[in-house]
């Protein structure tokens, strides 16, 4: 079994296709069918099911695509740890983070990494937290900004800071009160995340603390799909401030306090143990807790000195 061979199959399993397979990794079509045909003659069953134009994996095929992402990974770790001897800062940083953590760090934290780092290829991935740990276990993600604590301990983790939830309303319902009450959310057409997003576990949990149901009358995958619903009238939401304040320019939503208890979670950063941290992974660690610490400062002018980004903490 060659490292070439794994590549060209993993390009079949992504592409679904021999053909659009042997486009992207710049080989002919008769050579990637031969190295395929080599694959499955060593291995003794076949990975691909031939539909027609299309090909899916078989179950031999779901099995060793697993294996040989992580195999691909661990070539690329072990690039980088050897560059990092030389000094050299090139190769690639994967990284996953809430989509609601999106709006305010991610885009100035970028900025300063490629400063930094501009010859390392940066991907972010928005996840749900759940899917930025399962990646992390998968190895197939670098670094997370995720929620905590998390469930594995094979993952290692910092806390960054605490976001507390609010009611979103449209800015035109009249509210007769300043805060809600987590026991009145019943009363409520709310249209949250999907039941398996680790934020709505927390909303149904607390809620499910004083003895309630939240009335969820819709559902979408999408923070921002679901602020746009709100302002449409579709109904209510519940979100982290930090989020929906980046996007309240227009006047057109309104933030309600909740309360009895008041519903906080904590955002923290996550890498697998035992495994190499690159001088860029580090840096952008770093650059994480720095790029927060300055937005609590840039915050403090508008709030008369008390900031809505509660400063970093210590690594835990």
Known sequence: MEIRQLRYFLAVADCQSF???AEKVF?????????????????????????????????????????????LREMELAVESIRDLSGAEVGRLLVGALSTVNSYLIPPLVCRFKQRFPRVHLQIH???????????????????????????????TSRLFTETL????????????????????????LVLLPSDYCLRKMIEAECQAVGVRPQVSVEMASPEGILEAVKQGAGMTILPELYVRQRMHDGALRLIELCDPVP?????????????????????????????ADLRMDEEPETGGASRIPAPAQVS
Not at 32 to 47: R, T
Not at 50 to 65: D, I, P
Not at 264 to 292: I, M, N, P, S, Y
């Open 19 to 21: 053909t659009k397979a």
């Open 27 to 71: 080989v002919s079509q008769p050579s990637l069918s031969i190295q395929i045909a080599a694959l499955e003659d060593e291995l003794g069953s076949p990975l691909f099911d031939r539909l027609g134009r299309r090909v899916e994996l078989t179950e031999a095929g779901r099995v060793l695509a697993d294996y040989a992402r992580r195999i």
């Open 126 to 156: 928005a996840e749900p937290s759940a899917m930025i740990e399962e990646q992390l276990l998968a190895n197939r993600l670098d670094v997370g900004i995720c929620l905590l604590p998390v469930s594995s301990d094979r993952l290692v």
């Open 166 to 189: 609010m009611l979103v309303t449209p800015a035109g319902r009249r509210m007769p009160v300043r805060r809600v009450r987590m026991r009145d959310l019943p009363t409520l057409p």
């Open 264 to 292: 906080r979670h904590t955002v923290g950063l996550a890498h697998l143990a035992h495994r190499h941290l690159g001088k860029a992974a580090q840096e952008f660690l770093r650059l994480c807790r720095q790029t927060l």
